[in-house]
């Protein structure tokens, strides 16, 4: 919808969620992920007998629950910029605190599958699929607790009434980040867990 200005309608001021500053994070995060899915393909052409073994030997039931886990954290996000639209501060933070509930929960069951790992024999240094795979997973678990932190420093935010339904930019800039972590993971998972 445009703005009349009597003689011509003008296009609406266009918005940029959160602003252009985290979108430019963003890029920088996503370039950085890019990078190392280049890394999974040329591994993978090198050493595919590799590639097709490591991911038999993961715990699938680790990498599902974590990506059900960061779905329902994006979802309970998504409900945040809901609430705070309609000034609803209650609600918004209690939809904050469940999305920190849902990344703390895909922390622990990281954790959880690392020692599950170990116990199998498993590190790093097993081979080349292995090293691909803590590379890629720990720095996505890095960002996951940025997040986290992240999304922490909102929630006070809304208590101290910085984000209202008229501005609630850093709020929106928050929402952004957590949702390029998870599309991260839709990437990562069916590469690492499930691809042959």
């Not at 959880?112 to 720095?139: A, C, L, P, Q």
């Amino acid at each position: 919808m445009g703005r009349n200005t009597g003689s011509q309608t003008l296009p609406a001021q266009s918005h940029v969620p959160g602003g252009w500053p985290i979108w430019v994070g963003i890029f920088s995060e996503m370039t950085e992920f890019a990078m190392m899915f280049v890394i999974y393909f040329i591994a993978k052409s090198h050493y595919p007998e590799l590639f097709n073994e490591g991911p038999t030997k993961l715990n699938t039931l680790a990498g599902v629950l974590n990506t059900l886990v960061l779905l329902t954290s994006s979802y309970c996000v998504a409900k945040s910029m809901q609430a705070i639209r309609r000034d609803d501060t209650t609600a918004c933070v209690r939809w904050l605190w469940l999305a920190i509930i849902a990344g703390a929960a895909y922390l622990l069951i990281k954790t959880w599958e690392y020692h599950w790992n170990e116990t199998m024999g498993i590190s790093k240094d097993t081979n080349t699929f292995f090293t691909v795979y803590y590379y890629t997973t720990f720095n996505h678990m890095l960002h996951v607790g940025w997040g986290s932190a992240a999304v922490l420093w909102a929630i006070f935010g809304v208590k101290r009434g910085s984000f209202t339904a008229q501005s609630h930019g850093g709020l929106e800039a928050v929402a952004v980040y957590w949702h390029m972590i998870d599309l991260a993971w839709i990437v990562i998972f069916p590469l690492l867990y499930v691809l042959r």
